[in-house]
C-alpha cells in the first residue's frame, strides 16, 4: 500500500472521555499535513488511549478496523469503549503493520491509522513473517510467460493530468514489475476486453469499497484474475512534485505500483520499506521494488530469466545508513537472497 510524514511537534493535546477526567496529552509528534486536512485527522483526540478507556470516536475508530480487517464484529454495534477485542485487534495491527506493540493507542500507532493507505484488507493469508498473498494464493494463468494487457476507463479519469502522463506513469509501475517476473503487460484501447481495468472514482462506485476523500484511502484493487484497479479521484494526483506544490499531493506512479502488486497477487507487507507496505505519505514516492516485493511475486510467478537479485543487493549497499543503523535487517536481506539463489 512506506516512509512516513514530516513532523512538527504539536501542541498539548486534550482528551475528553465520557468516563473519566480530562487528561493532558504530552507534546506529541503528529503528521502537521494531516491534522485538519485527513479523512481520519480526529483519531489524534484518542491518543494514548488503552483497555477500559472510553472516548467519543472510539467507535469510529474501531469502524476503521473493522475495514480493514481486524474487527469481525457488526460495525452497528461498536461502543466508544476500548474493551477487550478491539486491545486485541490493535495488537494485530501493531504486528501487522511492523509497529512497536502496546496494546494502546500510542503516538506511533495513531500516526499509523491516519496515514493515507491503501484501501485493500490487511488481514490476509501471510505465508512469510513479512510479505503475504491472498486466501488461496490467485495468480494470472499457469504458463511460463503471461501476457496481460490494461486500459483505461474513458469515463473515469481526472483532469489535472494530462492523459499521457497518467499513461506513462503505469506504463513505468508496470515495467517495475515486468523486470523481476515473466509477465509482460501491453497497453491496450480496448478497455471492456483488457485484462486489467483502470480507472478514477470517487465515493461509493458500485464495488462495495467506497473511497472517502483526501488522504484517506488512495486506491484499491482486487485479487487475480479480477483486474479491477480504482483510485480516488479526490486525491492531488502528481507526476512531478516541481509542478504539483500542493501539501497533499499523492505520487501516482508510487500508487499504482503498489496496487499493481495487489493485481498480481501480493496482498499487504509489514516491512516499511517494501512497495507492498499499505500507506504512503503525501509528497512522497516509493516505486522502487525491495527484497521483500521481489521474493513474494517470485514465489508466484517465478523469475525474469534476466532479472538479477545483485541488482538488489548493490541497492541497499549503496545505502549505507542502512547497513549501518539497520545491521540486523540488512543481514535478514542478505539471508533472504541468499535463500533464494540456493
Request: hydrophobic fraction near 35%.
Given at each position: 500500500?512506506?516512509?512516513?510524514?514530516?513532523?512538527?511537534?504539536?501542541?498539548?493535546?486534550?482528551?475528553?472521555?465520557?468516563?473519566?477526567?480530562?487528561?493532558?496529552?504530552?507534546?506529541?509528534?503528529?503528521?502537521?499535513?494531516?491534522?485538519?486536512?485527513a479523512t481520519w485527522h480526529n483519531f489524534v483526540n484518542l491518543i494514548d488511549a488503552g483497555k477500559g478507556f472510553k472516548f467519543s470516536g472510539m467507535s469510529e475508530l474501531k469502524k476503521y478496523f473493522h475495514r480493514f480487517g481486524y474487527l469481525q464484529n457488526d460495525e452497528e454495534n461498536f461502543t466508544d469503549l476500548f474493551?477487550?477485542?478491539?486491545?486485541?485487534?490493535?495488537?494485530?495491527?501493531?504486528?501487522?503493520?511492523?509497529?512497536?506493540?502496546?496494546?494502546?493507542?500510542?503516538?506511533?500507532?495513531?500516526?499509523?491509522?491516519?496515514?493515507?493507505?491503501?484501501?485493500?484488507?490487511?488481514?490476509?493469508?501471510?505465508?512469510?513473517?513479512?510479505?503475504?498473498?491472498?486466501?488461496?494464493?490467485?495468480?494470472?494463468?499457469?504458463?511460463?510467460?503471461?501476457?496481460l494487457t490494461y486500459a483505461f476507463s474513458g469515463g473515469h479519469m481526472i483532469n489535472n493530468l494530462n492523459f499521457s502522463d497518467v499513461s506513462e506513469a503505469f506504463r513505468r509501475s508496470f515495467s517495475r514489475w515486468s523486470a523481476v517476473i515473466p509477465v509482460n503487460f501491453s497497453e491496450s484501447d480496448d478497455y471492456p476486453s483488457a485484462d486489467i481495468k483502470i480507472g478514477f472514482y470517487?465515493?461509493?462506485?458500485?464495488?462495495?469499497?467506497?473511497?472517502?476523500?483526501?488522504?484517506?484511502?488512495?486506491?484499491?484493487?482486487?485479487?487475480?484474475?479480477?483486474?479491477?484497479l480504482h483510485l480516488d479521484v479526490a486525491e492531488t494526483w502528481a507526476v512531478d512534485f516541481e509542478s504539483s506544490k500542493s501539501k497533499v499531493a499523492v505520487d501516482l506512479e508510487s500508487v499504482a505500483?503498489?496496487?499493481?502488486?495487489?493485481?498480481?497477487?501480493?496482498?499487504?507487507?509489514?516491512?516499511k520499506g517494501a512497495v507492498m507496505y499499505p500507506s504512503l505519505?503525501?509528497?512522497?514516492?516509493?516505486?522502487?521494488?525491495?527484497?521483500?516485493?521481489v521474493v513474494g511475486?517470485?514465489?508466484?510467478?517465478?523469475?525474469?530469466?534476466?532479472?538479477?537479485?545483485?541488482s538488489l543487493v548493490e541497492s541497499v549497499m549503496s545505502s549505507s545508513w542502512f547497513i549501518v543503523v539497520n545491521p540486523l535487517k540488512w543481514l535478514t536481506y542478505l539471508v533472504t537472497v541468499v535463500g533464494v539463489l540456493l
Open positions: 500500500m512506506f516512509q512516513l510524514f514530516s513532523y512538527k511537534t504539536f501542541f498539548f493535546l486534550s482528551l475528553l472521555p465520557h468516563l473519566f477526567p480530562a487528561r493532558t496529552i504530552p507534546g506529541t509528534l503528529i503528521p502537521v499535513d494531516l491534522s485538519q486536512t474493551d477487550d477485542s478491539f486491545e486485541s485487534a490493535v495488537v494485530n495491527y501493531q504486528k501487522n503493520l511492523g509497529l512497536t506493540v502496546t496494546g494502546k493507542l500510542d503516538a506511533g500507532t495513531i500516526t499509523q491509522i491516519m496515514s493515507p493507505r491503501c484501501g485493500v484488507r490487511d488481514s490476509v493469508i501471510h505465508v512469510n513473517k513479512n510479505y503475504a498473498y491472498f486466501e488461496g494464493e490467485p495468480r494470472w494463468g499457469r504458463s511460463a510467460h503471461a501476457k470517487e465515493g461509493d462506485h458500485g464495488d462495495e469499497e467506497p473511497f472517502d476523500g483526501v488522504l484517506g484511502v488512495l486506491a484499491h484493487a482486487f485479487s487475480p484474475e479480477n483486474g479491477r505500483t503498489h496496487e499493481i502488486g495487489h493485481v498480481l497477487g501480493l496482498a499487504h507487507s509489514k516491512v505519505s503525501p509528497r512522497s514516492k516509493k516505486v522502487d521494488l525491495k527484497v521483500d516485493d511475486i517470485q514465489a508466484l510467478y517465478g523469475s525474469n530469466p534476466d532479472f538479477q537479485y545483485s
